[in-house]
């Protein structure tokens, strides 16, 4: 495959909506700053990067077709959104025990100090939230296709594709990270604490709930 078939009339298009969608407001924006706030700056880009590598999951199963099965098998496609959704809803919850318990942001992470999270917690939550994600499967399955001419081949295609997408939705939310980050001694105060997890526990809740109460795949 050419550049100029990577590059090709589609490309802007395709580069327009996935900028305007990693910029919307939702499950991964909330995840990252949540973590960030939780962990400090290391643990936001870490959950930034995780989520992103989903998005070559997603590629691939919807380039191989395995997409078309989930969403064609009723009990298959359910499993997954039912999987998706309790994961959220156990991020929630963790969240709102942290606003229980008074848990206070740490300050020192905050300003890019070693992070008392274990290293392989954002990783596994961004990954999870991610590739769990019924929708983000169903958006590539129907989304992907529309910028893969008959005569390319599918995989690469949607691998660069994702690719794309991966560096615009990080450039997005590391910027959300550094944001963050930079108002450590704000965001230290136990009671912004306490609001800030018990609103990100509680929208992760509800969202995990939706999701599992939806009838329709899209």
């Not at 949540?34 to 870490?46: K, L």
């Not at 606003?99 to 999270?117: D, E, I, N, Y």
């Not at 108002?183 to 526990?201: D, E, H, I, Y």
């Amino acid at each position: 495959m050419t550049l100029m078939s990577l590059l090709d009339s589609q490309f802007v298009a395709f580069l327009i909506a996935i900028t305007l969608l990693s910029i919307t407001p939702g499950v991964d924006t909330l995840l990252v700053i949540r973590n960030t706030a939780r962990g400090g700056v290391r643990d936001g880009v870490i959950t930034s990067i995780a989520i992103c590598c989903g998005l070559f999951v997603h590629a691939t199963i919807s380039a191989l077709g395995i997409s078309l099965i989930l969403l064609q098998s009723v009990w298959a496609f359910h499993l997954l959104k039912l999987a998706g959704a309790g994961y959220l809803v156990w991020l929630g919850i963790t969240s709102l025990l942290a606003a229980r318990r008074g848990q206070p942001l740490p300050v020192k992470s905050m300003t890019g100090a070693a992070s008392a999270v274990p290293l392989w917690q954002p990783v596994k939550e961004g990954l999870l939230s991610n590739v769990l994600n019924p929708k983000t499967i169903v958006f590539y399955m129907a989304f992907l296709p529309q910028f893969i001419a008959p005569g390319d081949p599918a995989l690469l295609k949607s691998l660069w594709l994702a690719g794309v997408h991966f560096v615009i939705a990080n450039i997005w939310q590391i910027g959300v990270v550094l944001m963050i980050g930079s108002a450590g001694k704000w965001l230290a105060s136990p009671r912004f604490a306490q609001v800030l997890n018990a609103a990100t526990g509680t929208v992760l809740v509800a969202l995990g709930i939706r999701l599992a109460m939806e009838q329709r795949p899209v």
